[in-house]
């Protein structure tokens, strides 16, 4: 739920609520990614948006005083909120920065859980700071951040930006409340050529304007880098880095984490590793709808590819990762068919199979919502794949073909695989069709692991 200001001067909570404040705020994760805190640890709570202007923030304090158990604070509210706190946190206080405010016994205390979420990160990446050299993009409040952690590690810190006058006040400000803080300043010309670690907090490379990145490439040592950006899910910064040498990070966890340690702040709540992974996981799978959406302008993702490169299996777990329904259209024309497509073929022939096939695709399409399985031939047919593409994002599993044989190995129900060389008329088959799979589709995924397909199928959209 989003709120305006004059909503919220109206609200009154049915249950305990907390709310996430900015301006403008549009549309954001956070109430989703609650509601699943929520329910992993039992509380029966709400969480709402509420658009809050700059001049309203005294009010809307008061207001979330009285209604409220707690808030959020993001861009433009994280440091005017301080004034208007009885206490605040020394990390936050350091940071000159509040993301979660806890309202209790009449005091309203500031909290900065992003730095919690920053460190999650790059503990669950193993990435170690102390003596590394560090090159951090930006000045910001999320650069505050990075740079307190990356100082209080240990961490040699460069900042670059595009205002340099910005920057050094950054700098100033880590040598107070870290004196032993090793900090420079120099300009995106003059970038050290050993950096290991490089860290984008800027916006650059932010959807709608994601194929756009503060550097045109990185320093040849770079080791890790981080995007606090998590929509795309693989920025252009990180495209720039080499994947055999280097790992990347997008700011995903980061957020699910400052939200985990927020959630601790107001109730108390605790949440193993495994419920923050799977709520994760489920934030990946929201975060690919919304850009299916608003990126893609499609309603639902549909799969192709060759038999038995995992199309069902993969489908079955995007539709439980994304709340998509699942939809497999072999399946589904045995059962408006009555029989199984090996009979089909058998006693009405090959054509016969291919013209149901189309009329249930074409049928299909005009669902909304769905993970959409096409069988192997599906796509040799134009229409067929005119038809998808008009309300769907055809993904291609490009799935190795000694996994395409382990698979069907274990299947005795292809009828055009009815042949005394089934391994050779595979590879014929394959061959025949592989270039056709990447021609129609919008996006190619290739890897022999299942849960490597089912993540990379999940941030390439």
Same mark, same amino acid.
């Given at each position: 739920m989003l709120l305006t200001m004059e909503d919220f001067r109206a609200f009154e909570p049915q249950k305990p609520t907390y709310a996430l404040i900015g301006w403008p705020l549009g549309h954001t994760m956070s109430p989703a990614l609650h509601?699943?805190?929520?329910?992993?640890?039992? /509380?029966?709570?709400?969480?709402?948006?509420?658009?809050?202007?700059? #001049?309203?923030?005294?009010?809307?304090?008061?207001?979330? +005083?009285?209604?409220?158990?707690?808030? $959020?604070?993001?861009?433009?509210?994280?440091?005017? @909120?301080?004034? !208007? !706190?009885?206490?605040?946190?020394?990390?936050?206080?350091?940071?000159?920065?509040?993301?979660?405010? %806890? *309202?209790? #016994?009449? +005091?309203?205390?500031?909290? $900065?859980?992003?730095?919690?979420?920053?460190?999650?990160?790059?503990?669950?990446?193993?990435?170690? !700071?102390?003596?590394?050299?560090?090159?951090?993009?930006?000045?910001?409040?999320?650069?505050?951040?990075?740079?307190?952690?990356?100082?209080? /590690?240990?961490?040699?810190?460069?900042?670059?930006?595009? %205002?340099? =006058?910005?920057?050094? @006040?950054? /700098?100033?400000? !880590?040598?107070?409340?870290?004196?032993?803080?090793?900090?420079?300043?120099?300009?995106?010309?003059?970038?050290? +050529?050993?950096?290991?670690?490089?860290? $984008?907090?800027?916006? &650059?490379?932010? *959807?709608?304007? =994601? $194929?756009?990145?503060?550097?045109?490439?990185?320093? +040849?040592?770079?080791?890790? &880098?981080?995007?606090?950006i998590y929509n795309p899910p693989v920025t252009a910064t990180m495209r720039l880095a080499d994947r055999k040498k280097t790992k990347t990070r997008d700011g995903l966890y980061m957020l699910v984490m400052q939200a985990v340690h927020a959630q601790m702040i107001w109730s108390g709540a605790q949440f193993d590793p495994q419920t923050c992974e799977t709520v994760l996981r489920r934030t990946y799978g929201q975060m690919a709808v919304k850009r299916l959406h608003d990126k893609h302008g499609k309603r639902n993702i549909v799969l192709c590819g060759f038999m038995g490169s995992g199309k069902t299996t993969i489908g079955r777990k995007l539709a439980r990762l994304t709340g998509l329904a699942f939809v497999d259209v072999d399946q589904y024309l045995e059962a408006q068919e009555g029989k199984k497509i090996a009979a089909i073929f058998a006693e009405q022939g090959e054509a016969y199979f291919r013209d149901r096939e189309t009329a249930y695709i074409r049928e299909l399409s005009q669902r909304e919502g769905i993970v959409l399985s096409l069988g192997g031939g599906a796509v040799l047919r134009p229409e067929n794949v005119k038809a998808v593409r008009e309300t769907g994002l055809l993904i291609h599993l490009d799935t190795p073909f000694y996994r395409i044989l382990k698979n069907l190995s274990y299947s005795n129900d292809r009828p055009l695989l009815d042949r005394p060389d089934k391994q050779a008329e595979t590879r014929r088959l394959y061959n025949a069709r592989k270039a056709i799979y990447h021609r129609v589709s919008d996006i190619s995924v290739r890897s022999p692991k299942i849960s490597e397909v089912l993540e990379k199928v999940v941030k390439s959209i």
């Amino acid at each position: 739920m989003l709120l305006t200001m004059e909503d919220f001067r109206a609200f009154e909570p049915q249950k305990p609520t907390y709310a996430l404040i900015g301006w403008p705020l549009g549309h954001t994760m956070s109430p989703a990614l609650h509601a699943q805190l929520f329910a992993a640890s039992g /509380q029966d709570a709400d969480y709402v948006g509420i658009a809050v202007p700059p #001049d309203d923030l005294p009010e809307a304090i008061e207001l979330a +005083r009285r209604k409220l158990r707690g808030i $959020n604070c993001t861009i433009p509210h994280k440091k005017a @909120v301080i004034p !208007l !706190l009885d206490a605040i946190d020394p990390a936050a206080r350091d940071l000159h920065s509040v993301n979660t405010v %806890d *309202f209790r #016994d009449g +005091r309203a205390t500031g909290y $900065n859980t992003d730095i919690l979420g920053f460190a999650a990160s790059l503990v669950r990446d193993g990435i170690g !700071l102390r003596g590394k050299k560090v090159l951090l993009l930006g000045y910001g409040g999320a650069a505050a951040v990075m740079a307190y952690h990356c100082a209080a /590690q240990g961490a040699h810190l460069t900042i670059t930006g595009r %205002d340099l =006058e910005k920057a050094a @006040v950054l /700098q100033q400000q !880590l040598h107070t409340t870290v004196p032993a803080a090793q900090v420079a300043v120099c300009s995106r010309r003059h970038i050290p +050529r050993d950096i290991q670690i490089v860290l $984008n907090s800027t916006p &650059v490379g932010m *959807f709608p304007k =994601e $194929n756009t990145a503060p550097l045109h490439y990185l320093p +040849r040592k770079t080791e890790y &880098v981080f995007d606090a950006i998590y929509n795309p899910p693989v920025t252009a910064t990180m495209r720039l880095a080499d994947r055999k040498k280097t790992k990347t990070r997008d700011g995903l966890y980061m957020l699910v984490m400052q939200a985990v340690h927020a959630q601790m702040i107001w109730s108390g709540a605790q949440f193993d590793p495994q419920t923050c992974e799977t709520v994760l996981r489920r934030t990946y799978g929201q975060m690919a709808v919304k850009r299916l959406h608003d990126k893609h302008g499609k309603r639902n993702i549909v799969l192709c590819g060759f038999m038995g490169s995992g199309k069902t299996t993969i489908g079955r777990k995007l539709a439980r990762l994304t709340g998509l329904a699942f939809v497999d259209v072999d399946q589904y024309l045995e059962a408006q068919e009555g029989k199984k497509i090996a009979a089909i073929f058998a006693e009405q022939g090959e054509a016969y199979f291919r013209d149901r096939e189309t009329a249930y695709i074409r049928e299909l399409s005009q669902r909304e919502g769905i993970v959409l399985s096409l069988g192997g031939g599906a796509v040799l047919r134009p229409e067929n794949v005119k038809a998808v593409r008009e309300t769907g994002l055809l993904i291609h599993l490009d799935t190795p073909f000694y996994r395409i044989l382990k698979n069907l190995s274990y299947s005795n129900d292809r009828p055009l695989l009815d042949r005394p060389d089934k391994q050779a008329e595979t590879r014929r088959l394959y061959n025949a069709r592989k270039a056709i799979y990447h021609r129609v589709s919008d996006i190619s995924v290739r890897s022999p692991k299942i849960s490597e397909v089912l993540e990379k199928v999940v941030k390439s959209i």
